[in-house]
């Protein structure tokens, strides 16, 4: 018996003295030396935004092995060029949109070095905000809720606000209107943080102000398990002649579906026009929809697959090079990760430019500071509705949302409309 | 409870006591030691992990009381915690309280806000008392949204960290402090818990609550002090988890959380303290191998092969074990203890 208590404690102390072996010990390589740097961060591969996040990623991990081999920005940038000794790696972790995970997740690839971050969803952005502003690192962002808008603001959007792009909506659909009377507006929109974050009072202000009616709100399922009839009855018993909200594809398909078997929207018996926010994906809508989408409209989306500039061009490459099964096939998520694996690309190059440092001896608050803050005019070959600016008080890179409108069974631009920065705090 | 060969009860206290040899004892400073001094070797990552795993214990600990030893099935603790998270920040963040007159004010509220939707289990049980707490998650989360100028709806609550005399609890080391102290005293209360009068009606309560009321235990009060209880434990979880991240927001509380709750329940073993540790610790550290070998996997199999991982492993965790080892873990470990106190003649 002695001997297995002896045996005991000398298991725990050599546990005890293994212990440290859990810290990082950070590398270090000389200057000019092959250098590793990371991209990437979370991607919520579980739960309701999988197959968009599973895009983004292939989307991340073309774009990189495409600048490791070409060593610069992007085909129309041909003077950014990355240093022949800076290879990019990408670094993810599926976070479950769990907030628990995510916390653990960021610790880990902060200590692998990411110099920078991910967020996939709201959640994640909300949980981890403080904690990104207290260790200087700057993130791209597939959310983009107006709480990015809340200092801290460490957190960068490619596509707009979705309180910018109700805004934008609104701006074309009055644009438009023909009536005498004041158009009759609603949310209809998803019931979660996402969803809910457009229904604010300097929102309904902004509405008002341009000359709206607003009638009220209602609130579907992220995922709704049933038709929403009960929510567009209400819209038609009250009237409403336009209706927006921030939901992701398989809320709206179904929504709009319902619309259809209700006869409601334009050219149908009731008149009414439903648009929602980038993360209702148009590309993916019309292939799931067709014309039985007609009138459904997005704002702040990207470029169609088949537009002729340089990004979409761009994107189509890499997509034939790197998964030609998927030509024509792949979510539109595919060019959010170019573009946002572009911007952490940009940010690490600059901040390597502005500060004269190597690779190896980058901080984050060094890409945060002298990166993303530096980041202007980025463009993204017009796969964002314009090119994107960030700094200390600007983490909304698009300045302008794009409205596209399902016409015929196809995706008609509609113009982009300014971003009115409507959400302040 | 076995002990080693020679040592025998001589009094009740003695009989009672939790810790009853200098092994126990020894174990019992070793491991504290080793908890306490995690900080000094440990990184950022492992104090996160260990911090989240320390709020999920308290978390568990409270449906502990509740399923495990009364037997009151609830599938609304996240909701629950929710009511604890943003009681806290509302003080703190609004009225601009203190972290500490907020901690216990959570807890409280949250025991309040469980013995209101615990009312119903006096009439009803098992399946039915399911459902009646799935709906109370929906209803707390629906408040939390409605009331948007106290909690700020959807777009959550911005809440301050803690603080002790100017001092604020901003590194992770200081709130990993922080957690394992209330997560030990947790532990502590809970294990005392149920060696009390109340403790002995819970299990009365649970093995056949008609008996327990023919031999005059008060199901009324005992079921509604278990939700209470129970729900103390979830307000101070869902407090600290808020003041941790520094925002209270309704998806820090899914739903799914409540059944994961249960889960590490399962895998733990129900109606056990240790089973409690055990079962958060296991499940939390799946999800932790889970989220590494995810890209591997990616890389090795298919883009998407790594979608659903953790839910899946978590699933069949709890299949084997309600399947090969429906005591769960504590169970394991009595099988341990029990070999280890008879090695070398364990037949």
């Keep these: ?425 | 409870m076995g002990l080693p060969s020679g040592t025998f009860n001589q009094s009740y206290a003695q009989d009672m006591a939790i810790f009853r040899t200098k092994t126990h004892w020894v174990m019992l400073i070793a491991f504290l030691i080793f908890l306490f001094t995690c900080p000094l070797y440990a990184g950022d990552r492992i104090l996160t992990v260990m911090t989240t795993i320390g709020i999920t214990i308290i978390s568990v600990l409270g449906l502990s009381i509740l399923t495990g030893y009364c037997n009151q099935i609830s599938i609304g603790h996240a909701g629950f915690m929710a009511v604890g998270a943003y009681t806290s920040g509302i003080l703190t963040a609004t009225l601009g309280w203190s972290f500490w007159a907020a901690l216990p004010c959570a807890g409280l509220m949250a025991g309040l806000v469980g013995i209101l939707f615990g009312l119903p289990s006096l009439k009803i049980k098992g399946f039915y008392l399911i459902m009646a707490t799935i709906a109370a998650h929906f209803i707390i989360i629906w408040f939390i949204l409605q009331f948007q100028n106290l909690t700020g709806g959807g777009n959550g609550l911005s809440v301050p960290r803690p603080e002790i005399g100017g001092f604020v609890l901003k590194s992770k080391a200081s709130y990993f402090y922080l957690v394992m102290i209330i997560a030990c005293l947790g532990t502590f209360f809970a294990k005392n818990l149920v060696r009390t009068r109340a403790g002995r009606a819970f299990i009365a309560i649970r093995d056949n609550d008609l008996a327990a009321e023919v031999m005059g235990v008060n199901l009324w009060a005992y079921k509604l002090l278990a939700f209470f209880i129970g729900c103390v434990y979830a307000g101070v979880a869902g407090s600290l988890l808020v003041h941790y991240v520094a925002f209270a927001t309704v998806d820090q509380f899914p739903f799914m959380n409540s059944v994961w709750y249960l889960g590490m329940l399962i895998v733990g073993g129900m109606g056990s303290t240790i089973g409690v540790i055990f079962g958060a610790v296991s499940l939390k550290l799946l999800d932790e191998l889970v989220t590494i070998v995810g890209p591997i996997l990616s890389a090795a199999v298919a883009p998407q092969a790594a979608a659903s991982l953790s839910l899946i492993m978590r699933g069949l965790v709890i299949i084997i074990f309600l399947i090969f080892e429906p005591r769960g873990l504590a169970h394991r470990w009595q099988m341990v203890k029990a070999y280890y106190r008879l090695w070398p003649f364990s037949h």
């Design chain 1, 1 to 425: 018996m002695t001997k297995i208590k002896w045996l005991f404690i000398a298991s725990l102390i050599i546990v005890l003295l293994a212990l440290p072996l859990f810290a990082a010990c950070p590398s270090t390589t000389s200057p000019g030396a092959q250098a590793t740097l990371y991209v990437g961060g979370c991607f919520a591969l579980t739960g309701a935004y999988a197959e968009d996040m599973a895009a983004s990623l292939a989307g991340y991990e073309d774009y990189i092995a495409w600048v490791n081999e070409n060593k610069i920005l992007a085909p129309w940038y041909p003077d950014k060029t990355i240093p022949d000794n800076v290879t990019f790696e990408v670094l993810w972790r599926d976070d479950e949109l769990n907030v628990d995970k995510v916390l653990s997740i960021y610790e880990e690839l902060k200590g692998k070095g990411l110099l920078v971050e991910r967020v996939s969803g709201s959640p994640q952005a909300l949980a981890l905000m403080d904690l990104m502003y207290d260790d200087r690192i700057g993130a791209t962002s597939a959310a983009a809720g107006p709480y990015l808008l809340t200092p801290p603001k460490t957190i960068f959007t490619n596509y707009p606000i979705y309180t910018d792009d109700c805004a934008a909506f609104a701006d074309w659909f009055m644009e438009n209107w023909t009536e005498d009377r004041a158009p009759r507006f609603s949310f209809l929109t998803a019931d979660n943080a996402m969803g809910t974050s457009v229904v604010t009072d300097e929102m309904k202000a902004y509405l008002e102000g341009i000359g709206y009616v607003i009638v009220g709100e209602q609130y579907v399922p992220l995922v709704p398990t049933a038709p929403p009839t009960t929510q567009l009855l209400w819209l038609k018993d009250n009237g409403v002649d336009a209706c927006f909200g921030v939901m992701i594809n398989p809320g709206s398909q179904p929504t709009v579906k319902e619309m259809n078997n209700l006869g409601m929207g334009p050219g149908q018996a009731y008149e009414i026009t439903f648009g929602c926010a980038t993360p209702s994906h148009i590309q993916v809508f019309i292939s799931a929809m067709g014309a039985d989408g007609d009138g459904f409209c997005v704002a702040g989306g990207y470029a169609s697959w088949d537009d002729p500039g340089n990004g979409m061009t761009f994107a189509n490459d890499l997509l034939a090079a790197n998964r030609p099964d998927k030509v024509g096939a792949m979510h539109i998520m595919y060019v959010d990760g170019i573009v946002e694996a572009m911007t952490q690309v940009e940010a690490m190059r600059l901040a390597m430019a502005n500060t004269g440092k190597s690779a190896d001896q980058l901080t984050s608050a060094d890409v945060l500071e002298q990166g993303f803050y530096m980041i202007k005019n980025l463009d993204t070959g017009g796969i964002t509705g314009s090119p994107l600016t960030y700094g200390p008080d600007d983490v909304e890179g698009a300045d302008e949302a794009r409205i596209q409108q399902i016409q015929g069974g196809k995706i008609a631009d509609m113009g982009t409309y300014p971003c009115r920065h409507i959400y302040k705090k």
